[in-house]
């Protein structure tokens, strides 16, 4: 077994819920109610349904179920489904600095224990240890300036989790580390050019093969044991790194670093969408002469650096675009699921008002990226007459240095809701995740979550 594997693996098999902080069991808390908002904010759009209509075709001896409906499927295609519906709407939580979305691993985590008896704490510390694989692994290498999608972030930190749930043994549990790396490194065209369904989709498979990995590994089956260091590895195809230190008992967990989402769109354009909601009033759109938003290069290469977020086709390429969604912050004040439309999406005005954008990446903003773990914006928006309007935001509503309160995360569940849960299900379902670690039997929580 190779250094790091050993290293990963050692961590995500000795770890117990008594090692964790008070802070982290309870910001895994916000973010379990924060990604069952984005499910349910997320359960009636088109690859939500498709995904559901193919879980729908396989049954299983060991079956998991699917959010809302609950309808029985195999535990992968459950996690499929699921994560579908907390990923569609791009508000579930972000890393930040083109890091991706952690709790895209949910899904598999609340299909495994679907499959066998787990406790709350015991699925609490499953999020914590797959929260801190995710975060480790991008602090060490930032698999998108390599050619692969941040899918490959979910998959290993997923299947740590799902191994956690599993109680598979140390050497089991590396090998489902290992499947998980060796058979899905996503390639990262999944977020360039004009962005299909796929965009919401990445994630969701990552969780389902990290289920398969952990499958694998149960039954006996073994792995590559130098999937980082050995030739043709991780090393020698995404580039040498060395993993950080992981927390000890009582130490800070990088589940409290992580940011919650305000508006349904790239986290890259929570900042530019602020800084435009800021000084709208002081604005005419047909006044405008320019727009410039500065920002740092990962927002800029995701959401500014390609012709089609000028003239985005699809919900997918809008939602990181950000030409796009400064020029909808500013005519309608907000940012929400109508924003998305195919109506508000090809309205000659909007579209109009984003040829007028520019996005500019600005070195000075990666160096204080880099310095203060901001994510910073600086916006110029140049008049007709010659005056000049200025705005910008260093940290976004959400953001680990300016966090939603527990009240703003339980809105957000209210507000995505759409009527789908009654009120009294949603004060249950509420209550259970704020007690999650009393709970005997998490499908319990499963059960809550029923249209």
Known sequence: ??????????FSH???????????????????????????????AEPSKIARVMAGKVTSKTPARILGTLEQSSPELAAFANTVMMRYLDLNDAQGNGGGHPSDFFGALLATAETTKTDGKTFITAIVVAYELYLSFFSAIRIGTRGFDHSV???????????????????KMANALSFALTSNMTLGVVRRGELSMWKACAGANAARNAIFANQLAAEGMTAPQAVFEGENGVWDTAGKFAWPALPKAGAPFRINDIQTKIHPCVYPGQSPVEAMLKIRSELDPGEIESIVVRTYRSAWFEAGSEPEKWAPATRETADHSIPFLVSAALLDGKIDAATFSE???????LKSLMQKVQVIHDPELDALLLANASNPCRMEITLRNGQKKLSSVDYPKGHA???????EIEQKLYSLNNCLLAPDQLSKLLA???KLEELDDVRELISAVKI
């Open 432 to 434: 259970m995740c704020w």
């Open 1 to 10: 077994m190779d250094t790091t594997l050993r290293h990963i693996t050692d």
């Open 14 to 44: 000795a770890l117990q819920y008594d090692d964790l902080s008070p802070a982290a069991v309870h910001e895994a808390k916000r973010r379990v109610i924060d990604t069952l908002a984005c499910a349910l904010g997320g359960f009636d």
């Open 401 to 407: 240095k300016n966090p939603a309160s527990d009240r």
């Open 153 to 171: 972030y979910i998959v290993i930190s997923g299947a740590a989790g799902v191994a956690r749930i599993m109680k598979l043994d140390h050497q």
């Open 343 to 349: 109506k508000r999406i090809t309205d000659p005005n």
